[in-house]
């Protein structure tokens, strides 16, 4: 069954649907919140020949104090004549720990579910996750702050530490938009 979810959600047509139907339950569910769509760039901080594609939404309480994570990654790996393309899947929990006006700063974590060809043999990478077949199943440990540029758009960057190893930690930047929802 946890192979067959984890094909669904790394298959591309499905990742929209994904994210369309969490936009509408969780606007339904967080009505005094706001919900938030984003588009940013990652790049791997232990492999300098690999950058990737984030899309994800926000949801956050009506009090601002914490948020709620589903993103989608789409690395890119260039070696030599070939371009290897990898999916990463990511549910997370942030909470504001410091605001200096107009920047907030949050720490959290997520659960990562990736296709990485993660070989334990290789140097950088721990045992703290697991895999199943073709999927790896890790955590991660979050810091993000947001700079707001207008009442509904913000510009954001994320580093995180991920249980995979440190070749897979990744840094990312982005804008995301705020719904009229």
Do not use: C
């Not at 990562?112 to 199943?137: A, C, M, Q, V």
């Not at 440990?141 to 995979?164: C, G, M």
């Amino acid at each position: 069954m946890l192979k067959v979810l984890t094909v669904l959600i790394l298959n591309k047509g499905y990742i929209i649907i994904l994210l369309l139907f969490i936009v509408n339950v969780s606007a339904q569910q967080y009505k005094s919140g706001e919900v938030n769509m984003g588009i940013g760039g990652i790049v791997s901080i232990g492999l300098q020949d690999e950058v990737g594609l984030e899309i994800r939404t926000q949801f956050n309480t009506a009090s601002q104090k914490s948020s709620y994570t589903l993103a989608y990654h789409r690395f890119f790996r260039k070696e030599f004549e070939n371009t290897e393309v990898f999916n990463e899947f990511e549910i997370g929990y942030l909470r504001r720990v410091y605001s200096w006006e107009p920047l907030k700063f949050y720490v959290g974590f997520s659960y990562f579910l990736n296709n990485y060809p993660i070989s334990e043999l290789e140097r950088n990478t721990s045992k703290l996750f697991i895999n199943s077949g073709d999927y790896n199943h890790g955590f991660g440990l979050k810091a993000k702050s947001t700079y707001p540029l207008s009442d509904k758009i913000n510009l954001f960057a994320e580093l995180v530490v991920k249980s995979f190893g440190r070749r897979y930690d990744t840094f990312g930047g982005g804008i995301s938009y705020r719904l009229g929802l």
